[in-house]
Each structure stands twice: as structure tokens, then as C-alpha cells.
């Protein structure tokens, strides 16, 4: 089972930035999202989908329809540059996407 | 607060041997399922192999590259999850993250240790 993410994502500070995450009947899987910035260990910032962790800021939201995931920053800070990971289970085997690097300039 | 801690990393020749630790703390260890994910320099984050409670049946599973190689085992009385790396191939090099996994449809892992780093080198 293959989930494939943009290799990249520019956004300027404050605008609405989109990451997508595309797989076979991914609307039926219920991902979840994983935030790494440079030298540091993954944070979950969206699980089932939709819903945010406590402590996740309120700008960082999930949708999920059909073959498509996305993530979405709405204000999206300097602080949000990092690489996103979505990640959904197959047969008992979690797969991630191969990450998104998001650049904020 | 939930805090997981990794060590046992190191250097270590082709065809070798390793074991990775992880100690939880600030959560009941042993009611949670747990999983390990490495992540190779330079690359993204790939799911090695999970470890059920024992409520839930104590038994492992594993991802394609690593089955038959690695062993996930658990002591929850030393709320502790090992790893267990056998026969290391230089692709095995990587970060080592354990992680709780939490239940669900799609189960999603929601604290991360600081990683153990995996050398394979002659």
C-alpha cells in the first residue's frame, strides 16, 4: 500500500498552506499526520483524520475524502517549516507517505 | 508526563547484532501497545513492528524488510520495550523511534522518544 505526499510545499508567513496525502480508498483509513522539524523526533499534530491533540495549535486541521488526505496550516507561522508525514494502517502495517517538506518564506 | 527514552544504539558490522531499549514512563506501560519506526539519513519514517499488551495478547508484528531479522519483545515490569536487530545490512542504518501506540480505526502513535541511532559499518 503506497501514500504519496508533494515532495514540497512553499508558503509565505500567514497564508493557508495545503499538504495532500493520496491512496487507494484513503477516505476509509482514518490517517493520521506527523510533524518533524530539522534534527528532532516526529509530533503527532492530527490523528483520525480530523482531530487535533492537545497542545496542537488551532491553525493545524485535517480533512480526508475519497483517495485524499490533507493537511491544512491556516496562518501558517515560520515556526510550522519542518517535513509532514501522513501515515494510515494496511492489513496490520502502518504505512507512511514519503513526507512533505513544507518551506514557509 | 508521558515520556519514552531510547538507548542501546551504536556502531556495528554488517551481519552483527543489536538491542535497542526504550523505557516509558509517566503512563500505564503495561496496559499500551507499543511500536518501533527508523528513519534513515536523509529519508522518511518507516514502520518497523509493534508489540501488543499483554491484555491484548502479548504478540508482535513486523514490516516486510525486518521480519524474520528483528524481534520486539516487552518487560513491563521494568516498563520496558526492547528491540532486538539481527543480521544488520548497511540499509538497517537509521534513527530508531519507539512509540505508544493508541488505539483506534486507525491506530496512531502519539509520543515519540528521542530516537537511538543504528550504525552499520564495517
Known amino acids: 500500500y503506497d501514500l504519496t505526499q508533494p515532495p514540497s510545499v512553499s508558503v509565505s508567513p500567514g497564508q493557508t498552506a495545503s499538504i495532500t496525502c493520496s491512496g487507494d480508498e484513503l477516505g476509509k483509513k482514518y490517517p493520521s499526520w506527523y510533524q518533524q522539524k530539522s534534527g528532532q523526533s516526529p509530533v503527532l499534530v492530527i490523528h483520525?483524520?480530523?482531530k487535533r491533540p492537545s497542545g496542537i495549535p488551532e491553525r493545524f486541521s485535517g480533512s480526508n475524502s475519497g483517495n485524499t488526505a490533507t493537511l491544512t496550516i491556516s496562518g501558517t507561522l515560520p515556526m510550522d517549516e519542518a517535513d509532514y508525514y501522513c501515515q494510515a494502517w494496511d492489513i496490520n502495517t502502518a504505512v507512511f507517505g514519503g513526507g512533505t517538506k513544507l518551506t514557509v518564506l | 508526563e508521558v515520556q519514552l527514552v531510547e538507548s542501546g544504539g551504536g556502531l556495528v558490522e554488517p551481519g552483527g547484532s543489536l538491542t535497542v531499549s526504550c523505557v516509558g514512563s509517566g503512563f500505564a506501560f503495561s496496559n499500551d501497545w507499543m511500536d518501533w519506526v527508523r528513519q534513515a539519513p536523509g529519508k522518511g519514517l518507516e514502520w518497523v513492528g509493534r508489540i501488543k499488551s499483554k491484555s491484548g495478547g502479548g504478540t508482535a508484528q513486523y514490516a516486510a524488510p525486518v521480519k524474520g531479522r528483528f524481534s520486539i519483545s516487552r518487560d513491563d515490569s521494568k516498563n520496558t520495550l526492547y528491540l532486538q536487530l539481527n543480521s544488520l545490512t548497511t540499509d538497517d542504518t537509521g534513527v530508531y523511534y519507539c512509540?505508544?501506540?493508541?488505539?483506534?480505526?486507525?491506530?496512531?502513535?502519539?509520543?515519540w522518544g528521542q530516537g537511538a541511532l543504528v550504525t552499520v559499518s564495517s
Open positions: 483520525e483524520s480530523d
Open positions: 512509540t505508544r501506540d493508541r488505539p483506534g480505526y486507525n491506530p496512531y502513535f502519539d509520543c
